[in-house]
């Protein structure tokens, strides 16, 4: 990935975000100066590293026709969206409401790929009308949904099954594991012959294509090379039924390394993908979220107290599970360190508890991670935050949800401005009481 930065390296925290005479930047922007302009907690996006990663795909998968389907739900702020993009990326979409963002932010209807287990009407008819690439479908249920409604708009629907690969994926955290049998996602190989058959009668359906994805943070070739096999040992027994296809989507999930260490191997998956690919004349289709977006952002944070307790230290920040869940929900593990000074230096590193303000004691971006011990006041960076941190944020405890800044051409944008108090309890109404 050309990353250059190390556990450790007092060069920087990730790659766009180098350390310049000490202090933590975002390319040539100072972050102390971004939380003074903007206040903390907040999200730094680095549009440069975004197109960047957009780019090396679109280089890495240059030997076959090749969408690359952005997964919108890892981070869909409309200016990140609107710049992957312009990169010449679409996107891949699991509601209405990604869709509304895609399309929000300039991206064509026939770049969005649909996926999702739970389709509704409404979502499909509006799927529809934007002419979207195809719609991945996910069991029979909502292959039948998917023709009443293209029937009843008198707009075929453009389909590929999802096929459940039943493989191995050797995932972080069971959450993010989709590709074996006993999960939600997918149709089982045995029975996506005859959803083909059914779509291939079908007067309003258009089978195109067919696909998979089989987790998440996902650093070995191996389980796609897996998932390829299944997937093409289909294709071809379907090309065999006179049942054409046009494309092969491998899904995303492709790891990045959280602590500087290399993520998943992309040209040893582009040499195993793309000979198999040309040689039947099928187009590819891969769903990045993380591995796109997941360097290119930090989430700043300031340290409010330092107290001990229990033998322990436990830095409280003004940042926590509301504004990045992944330490909390899935053991996730982030950089952090302080944006002024490199850790280690001259000061003593001791284990902390970097916890935020919410009442649960799941509420923590680390445990026991050893740190400069830091000064209230002082500002934290979090790192490789860019993918599943604003995305996942929530209002919990009535927080209000973090600003976002995208740092382009040397400027800062505010591109998502802080949530408002009025905002929190837009919505809500008190009923006049009848006694
Ligand atoms: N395609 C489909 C159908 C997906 O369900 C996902 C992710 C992706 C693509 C993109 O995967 P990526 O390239 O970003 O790994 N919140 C979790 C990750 C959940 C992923 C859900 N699906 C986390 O923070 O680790």
Redesign the pocket.
């Known amino acids: 990935m050309g990353e250059g930065i190390l556990t450790g390296d007092p060069a920087g925290i990730a790659p766009g975000f180098p350390r310049v005479e000490g202090a933590l930047h975002c390319r040539t922007l100072a972050l102390e100066g971004l939380a003074e302009r903007f206040g903390t907690p907040l999200y730094v996006y680095d549009a440069q590293g975004i197109e960047a990663r957009v780019r090396h795909f679109r280089e890495t998968f240059s030997g076959v026709e090749f969408l690359l389907a952005y997964?919108v739900?890892?981070n869909g702020n409309l200016a990140v969206l609107n710049r992957i993009g312009a990169a010449g990326a679409g996107a891949?979409i699991v509601s209405g409401g990604e869709l509304h963002r895609a399309l929000a932010a300039g991206i064509p209807g026939d770049r969005i790929v649909f996926?999702g287990v739970g389709k509704t009407e409404f979502e499909m008819e509006a799927a529809l009308r934007a002419g979207v690439h195809a719609f991945h479908v996910e069991s029979d249920g909502e292959l039948a949904r998917l023709e009443a409604v293209a029937t009843r708009l008198g707009t075929p629907a453009p389909v590929a099954i999802r096929v459940n690969p039943d493989v191995e994926s050797p995932t972080p955290h069971e959450y993010?594991r989709?590709g074996h049998a006993a999960s939600k996602f997918g149709v089982p190989v045995s029975e996506a012959k005859e959803l083909y058959r059914q779509a291939d009668a079908a007067s309003h359906l258009r089978v195109r294509g067919i696909g998979a994805?089989i987790g998440?943070?996902i650093v070995d070739v191996d389980p796609y090379t897996d998932a390829l096999a299944v997937l093409l040992a289909m294709a071809d027994e379907l090309a065999a039924d006179g049942v054409e296809l046009e494309y092969l989507d491998l899904?995303?999930?492709?790891g990045v390394g959280y602590d500087g260490e290399p993520g998943l191997p992309l040209e040893e998956l582009a040499a195993a993908v793309v000979p198999e690919l040309s040689r039947r004349d099928l187009r590819l289709v891969l769903?990045?979220?993380?591995?796109v977006v997941g360097h290119a952002g930090v989430l700043l944070t300031r340290v409010h107290y330092v107290k001990r307790s229990g033998g322990k230290t436990f830095v409280i920040t003004d940042g926590g599970m509301t504004e990045l869940l992944?330490p909390s929900h899935?053991g996730?593990w982030h950089r952090i360190e302080p944006v002024q000074s490199p850790p280690g230096e001259g000061r003593e590193v001791v284990p902390v508890d970097v916890v935020g303000p919410v009442c649960e004691t799941g509420d923590f971006l680390a445990r026991g991670r050893p740190l400069p011990l830091p000064r209230p006041g002082e500002l934290l960076a979090v790192g490789t935050a860019g993918?599943?941190g604003f995305a996942?944020a929530s209002n919990y405890n009535s927080r209000l949800r973090p600003a976002e800044v995208l740092v382009e051409d040397g400027r800062a944008l505010l591109v998502r401005r802080r949530e408002t108090l009025d905002e929190l309890v837009r919505g809500e109404e008190i009923p006049p009481r009848t006694d």
Do not use: C, L, N
């Open positions: 997964s739900k890892a891949d996926a993010t989709t994805h998440s943070q899904g995303g999930g492709f769903e990045p979220g993380r591995s992944r899935y996730g993918a599943y996942m």
